[in-house]
């Protein structure tokens, strides 16, 4: 069984940034892919990144150049860091990994940015 613990969420200021972190269970070498998505209130669940086998990268377009995924095979381990948030960003955030074509998700971090 996969589990996936979030971490590093909080309440930020517009403008500042925080770094999100998801240990894994097992070896996530063969976790394929893993990343982000959230969710704001009364809305679907989005992609926010994901990294890929090979260090591929995928980013909404709203995050391109503030946010960056990254993943520590050594800690079993993936990074979200987040810049230059925006009130807009203000959602719960949810690591994702699919293994063996299984999805599993984390039970999610409340990130929050004022204004």
């Known amino acids: 069984q996969v589990q996936l613990v979030e971490s590093g969420g909080g309440l930020v200021q517009a403008g500042g940034s925080l770094r999100l972190s998801c240990a894994a269970s097992g070896n996530i070498f063969s976790f394929n892919p893993m990343g982000w998505y959230r969710q704001a209130p009364g809305k679907q669940r989005d992609l926010v990144a994901t990294i890929i086998a090979g260090n591929t990268l995928n980013y909404a377009d709203s995050v391109k150049g503030r946010f960056t995924v990254s993943r520590d095979n050594a800690k079993n381990t993936v990074y979200l860091q987040m810049n230059s948030l925006k009130p807009e960003d203000t959602a719960v955030y949810y690591c994702?990994?699919?293994?063996?074509?299984?999805?599993?998700w984390g039970q999610g971090t409340q990130v929050t940015v004022s204004s």
């Open positions: 994702y990994a699919r293994v063996k074509n299984t999805p599993y």
